[in-house]
């Protein structure tokens, strides 16, 4: 069975630190990886995905294959960064499997 | 462009009741998508609707059910209601790539239809 795990419920940065959420994820096939934010009282909407190898917001998110994980990362976190962050693997039919997400808190 | 609409943004049911939900998608995507969302269970996908024909399906029972029209619009139902269907549920729409294509995956969220069961 498809499986995500992000295993921080609440991660809390000072502004200017770096950010790491991590996410593990068990899929047969293979997927394509997503990680989709959700800021407060705003849509679900999509953050970056590894296909396009880009730098969004300046996060940026690595696939290692060897340990089926697709950490996001940002070298210095902003206080708009403070949202709800999901993990998602996805197949060709638009078919996610969202992690149960990780709430960063960015603190002035 | 405007965005994925979906109606009713909030419902109050009773248990046994059924009801119908309604998701327009952006203009010109074919793929419809449905989740709950759920503070325990977190984001379940329920069924993926391309071209009016069911895709793909989530492990949720036959009382969840979708249809989605020609003009790609789509309804999901749930019948025979129970107090855990209470949930956020999303609907977001794509290109929906066929076949092997990945090229157009990313999806687009509405903003929910907040069900309550009592």
């Known amino acids: 069975a498809q499986r995500v795990t992000q295993p921080e419920k609440l991660l809390s940065v000072f502004k200017g630190a770096p950010v790491e959420l991590k996410c593990n994820y068990s899929y047969s096939g293979s997927p394509e990886l997503f990680w989709y934010v959700q800021y407060s009282r705003q849509r679900l909407q999509l953050l970056l995905r590894?296909?396009s190898r880009e730098s969004i917001k300046g996060f940026t998110a690595d696939l290692n294959k060897g340990e089926t994980s697709f950490h996001l990362k940002k070298p210095f976190a902003q206080e708009e960064d403070s949202a709800m962050y999901y993990c998602?693997?996805?197949?060709?039919?638009?078919?996610?499997?969202f992690g149960s997400g990780t709430k960063l808190n960015v603190k002035p | 462009k405007a965005g994925v609409t979906q109606t009713p943004r909030y419902l109050i049911k009773t248990r046994g009741q059924q009801v119908t939900l309604s998701c327009s998608p952006i203009s010109g995507h074919r793929s419809v998508s449905w989740y709950q969302q759920t503070p325990g269970q977190g984001l379940q996908f329920l069924f993926e609707?391309?071209?009016?024909?069911?895709?793909n399906k989530g492990n949720f029972p036959g009382r969840f059910s979708g249809r989605q029209f020609s003009n790609s619009r789509s309804e999901m139902n749930v019948s025979t209601l129970e107090l855990g269907d209470s949930a956020l549920y999303l609907c977001?729409?794509?290109?929906?790539?066929?076949?092997?294509?990945?090229?157009?995956?990313?999806?687009?969220f509405g903003q929910g239809t907040r069900l309550t069961v009592v």
């Open positions: 977001a729409s794509s290109l929906g790539g066929v076949g092997g294509s990945r090229l157009n995956t990313e999806a687009f």
């Open positions: 998602a693997p996805g197949d060709n039919f638009n078919k996610f499997y």
């Open positions: 590894h296909i």
């Open positions: 609707y391309f071209s009016e024909t069911q895709r």
